[in-house]
DNA sequence: GAGTTTTTGTATCGATCAGTTCAAAACGCG
DNA sequence: CGCGTTTTGAACTGATCGATACAAAAACTC
């Protein structure tokens, strides 16, 4: 019907995400997306229609991927405790690689910058918020079940607490805590299990 | 010598606390901070030099004040192990009290939002972070002594830990989870000291 | 290849950003 | 009172913010 596109939509939400990821909402401008993206204005405002949208979509694919990343990781043949172990892990070493120069995690930042001030933005970020705890929960139950996991303890207040030791990890990480701190936090949060 | 400021410099730094604690650094105008501290721009700039100044006071000001409820808290004649859990208590009060409408803990709020790209903010971040790990840690270690605390744990370790679980509440409540959440948090991480 | 539709580059919008300028106003001191 | 010093208010700086206008360019249909 009429002229196509010569840019991939997902590869343009990829590099913003990026972008989102690196300097957080308020301090990426519309002109570092376009940037990112090598796109020019007309084209970022005509297919994602606000720097707003354009951040809701690369939370999207945030969440897609780390909610992949997390069901790769559950479903490996181990014990619920090595599961929690390994997601503990994963976490330390991306927070304390020097792959990412500290951006942490852009749930945690989105959380953090944005949940007040967006009720959208926080119902997406409740709304994965369930779905990793849904996941975590089902894991740990099987693990209770199997008996790697203390019988007495409730599985959906253990995912609770998995998931508030990783976003602890993660902001001790930034506010300079170490790698041995990180590992100690780790090592005492599984003994809880 | 010369004319008199008609304003309070310690009320200033509160007030613009309040404003960069509700909307976080970026979102806060030097506008806005007129506004919230009653001053003119030439009084704000002439006495605090830049908005990152002022924003620094506020911290140091915020610093200063958790690490003398946090001393408070740790000096009560109780054993160490309710101590962490008067914390705990107390983080979870402030998270899901409808005072401060969501607007979390200015010390995580900057470790995410500025820590990465302000090596000065970033220090004075760590040495909090070291303050108040060696205040835990002398309370647990007491703990430890007392016997309320298993005498196979480090103390030190556990301070991490306690201080990432704090965190780990504060980002879980922003991103969702509900009071009964929190509060299991808190329970297992409890069950791990 | 003409006509239609969408994309794209450029130029620009008004608003707001952090920060400065400058002179008038307000005080302490003699 | 009047001099010296500082604070204060208001106007303003250039830069940048997110977003838009518009016409040229590109590609599909017929």
Not at 122 to 130: C, G, I, S
Not at 145 to 158: Q, T, V
Not at 169 to 192: C, N, P, Q, S, W
Request: aromatic fraction near 6%.
């Amino acid at each position: 019907m009429a002229r196509p596109r010569k840019f991939d939509e997902e590869r343009a939400v990829d590099a913003a995400l990026e972008a989102f990821w690196t300097a957080g909402y308020e301090a990426t401008s519309t002109q570092d997306l376009c940037e990112a993206t090598g796109l020019g204005r007309s084209s970022v405002y005509n297919t994602f229609h606000s720097k707003r949208d354009l951040f809701r979509r690369a939370l999207a694919l945030y969440m897609r991927r780390r909610s992949e990343q997390l069901a790769a990781l559950l479903e490996e043949d181990v014990p619920a405790r090595e599961k929690v172990r390994a997601l503990l892990d994963s976490v330390i070493a991306e927070e304390t690689g020097a792959e990412d120069d500290g951006r942490g995690c852009l749930y945690v930042n989105t959380a953090v910058e944005l949940a007040s001030r967006d009720p959208e933005v926080a119902h997406e970020l409740e709304r994965d918020y369930a779905r990793r705890h849904d996941a975590l929960t089902a894991a740990l139950e099987a693990g209770r079940r199997a008996g790697d996991i203390d019988r007495a303890k409730d599985a959906s207040a253990l995912a609770h607490f998995v998931t508030a030791t990783v976003s602890g990890i993660r902001v001790a990480a930034r506010a300079g805590a170490g790698e041995a701190a990180l590992r100690a936090v780790a090592r005492t949060a599984l003994d809880a299990i």
